[in-house]
Each structure stands twice: as structure tokens, then as C-alpha cells.
């Protein structure tokens, strides 16, 4: 059993409360919960133990996550239709297709107050039983589920390569089977 699993029904609930059916428009002028420049980041998992690598293309609006566990095993997410690849293996063990929630735009209920997670401030808010927290810029430091919490340890705003958020040359992408579920991630 996946060690991720124990925050799936907490993170499916969270995704439905963000999704949006806002046009692109509105979406391109209103606050975005992953900000509107490039960054990486590690997030400890609790209690579970694990780390989650995050990248960020914010131009296209891809997240790539992948739980470091020796498996390279990536999930590249469009936040704004859903659209997935779930790449195993670098590709090597094949790339998958699928719709995921789309995570609209993030309008938070009254602010709550700051807080530091290492080196970076944050501000609190609550997103419907999860609790965030969130820099100006729009990036999660931590996120508190029921089920455990999500906890910044790396943070670095910097460009991203946008090769990172696209299918290795000469793999096509086919869609998901049945038998086969990508790791349960937080977006």
C-alpha cells in the first residue's frame, strides 16, 4: 500500500473545493494559488514520512510532482484543464495519459495571520478543512489535511527548464489503464 494513499479522500475533497469553471480570462487576472513565476520546492510529508518534489512552470500552468522514493516516477499536471501524464521510469516504463480535477483560482476566505515555515513568511488561510499556508506570491509552504501535513523544506524561485513538463523524444503517451494508478498526490 502506498504511503501516500492516507491523504487521498482529504486532497480529492480540497481539489473539488479550488475547481473553477472561470474562463481563461479570468483566470489569467485573478490570484493563482501557485503564483505567476517559475519555482521549485521539496515538501516533507508527515507522518508518513516521504518527500514530495514540486516544479512550476507558471506560463503554462504544469506542475510536475514526484515522490522521491527511488521509483522515478513523475506526475506532470495542466492545474488549469487537468490534463495528466503520469511518466514512469523516465518514460522508459511508459508514459499514461489522464484527466485529473483542474484546480481553478484560488480565492481565499478572510486572511488569517502570518506564520514563518524556515527561511520564508507565509500567511494562514482555511480552504475548507485544509489549512494553508501561503506566500505573497502565491506559493503553499505547508498544508495541513487531516490525514497529515505537507511542510516546505527547500524552496527556490528560479526559471524552470520547460523540457522537465514534456514527454521524453519518441514516447507517445497512451492512456491510463485501469490496472494501473499514478501515486495519490496532493495536486
Known amino acids: 500500500m502506498s504511503k501516500t494513499r492516507p491523504f487521498a479522500a482529504a486532497i480529492v475533497a ?3 473545493a479550488l475547481a473553477s469553471a472561470a474562463p481563461a ?3 489569467q487576472e485573478a490570484p493563482r494559488l501557485f503564483g505567476r513565476a517559475d519555482f ?3 515538501w516533507k510529508v508527515e507522518p508518513v514520512g516521504i518527500v514530495l518534489s514540486a516544479r512550476y512552470l507558471a506560463a503554462r500552468g504544469l506542475m510536475r510532482l514526484e515522490v522521491l522514493d527511488g521509483q522515478s516516477r513523475a506526475v506532470v499536471r495542466n492545474l488549469f484543464t487537468g490534463d495528466a501524464l503520469y511518466v514512469i521510469g523516465h518514460g522508459q516504463g511508459g508514459v499514461y495519459s489522464y484527466k485529473a480535477p483542474a484546480i481553478g483560482l484560488f480565492q481565499p476566505e478572510s486572511p488569517g495571520e502570518m ?3 524556515g527561511p520564508e513568511q507565509c ?3 482555511d480552504a475548507g478543512g485544509v489549512s494553508l499556508c501561503i506566500t505573497d506570491d502565491g506559493i503553499p509552504l505547508k498544508m495541513t489535511f487531516p490525514e497529515g501535513t505537507l511542510t516546505a ?3 527556490l524561485r528560479q526559471p524552470q527548464h520547460p523540457a522537465m513538463f514534456e514527454l521524453p523524444k519518441g514516447v507517445e503517451a497512451k492512456p ?3 490496472s494501473i494508478q499514478p501515486p495519490q498526490l496532493p495536486f
Open 14 to 16: 480540497f481539489l473539488g
Open 25 to 27: 480570462q479570468a483566470q
Open 40 to 42: 521549485e520546492l521539496e
Open 115 to 117: 506564520s514563518q515555515v
Open 123 to 125: 500567511r494562514n488561510f
Open 153 to 155: 523544506s527547500r524552496l
Open 176 to 178: 491510463l489503464p485501469p
